[in-house]
């Protein structure tokens, strides 16, 4: 697990702790699932999105390699002394479409970070995995070409409270937010920060199981 510091910018206000566990290495197109090329290729298979059509990994497999490396996250990360009294509520970055939220297939990620908590059994962290919930489409990101199906909006700032039902409960906790994969260019992982912090969240915490690199000594 690797800490560093998501940079403010114009979606972000000010920096934000952040820590993640491997690396995605970025332009290997169809072979990014294979996992001796790339350490987070089961993350693509998990999705079970147009990119899950290259069977390196069953989906079983891609899950419990998703559960392993956050679990182990959950169960290393120092937290202040005082969650014991005030403890973390555990937010997913929401999926870009708002028709994967009546498909149990589409939040299977989600569904990894719920069963962590389930089997940590921490009091120091609270489910809060549905404080985020994608309402109106947005463009997903990792698809670069265009299609008819990728509809919606590619990032602005303020889009995740234009697009997202964002609960009440977030103001005023603590909060550890979650997603597979951090791409700086993105800014997808950064307008959610702020959209908590606009919401009221005091301590945000971001973690991701994997962090796009672009380094061709990764790649046979």
């Excluded at 997903?140 to 039902?165: A, E, F, L, R």
């Amino acid at each position: 697990m690797t800490e560093f510091f998501i940079e403010r910018n114009r979606f972000l206000n000010r920096d934000v702790k952040a820590y993640y566990s491997l690396d995605y290495i970025g332009g290997l197109g169809s072979e990014c699932q294979d996992i001796s090329k790339n350490p987070a290729g089961f993350i693509y298979t998990l999705k079970e999105d147009d990119w899950n059509k290259y069977n390196y990994l069953s989906l079983d497999e891609a899950e419990n390699m998703c559960f392993n490396e956050i679990f182990n996250f959950f169960s290393n990360v120092e937290l202040p002394r005082w969650a014991f009294k005030y403890p973390y509520y555990v937010c997913c970055v929401p999926r870009s479409k708002a028709s994967f939220y009546q498909n149990n297939k589409k939040l299977r990620f989600r569904n990894v970070v719920k069963n962590c908590l389930a089997n940590l059994r921490d009091r120091r962290f609270r489910d809060g995995t549905d404080f985020l919930i994608r309402i109106q489409d947005t463009k997903m990101t990792h698809v670069k070409h265009d299609t008819g199906w990728n509809q919606g909006d590619s990032p602005y700032p303020g889009i995740t409270n234009d697009t997202c039902k964002i609960a009440n409960e977030i103001a005023g906790a603590n909060i550890i937010l979650i997603d597979d994969i951090y791409t700086k260019t993105a800014n997808v992982i950064e307008d959610c920060v702020q959209a908590l912090r606009n919401k009221g969240a005091r301590d945000i915490i971001v973690y991701t199981v994997a962090k796009t690199v672009y380094n061709k000594n990764f790649i046979g």
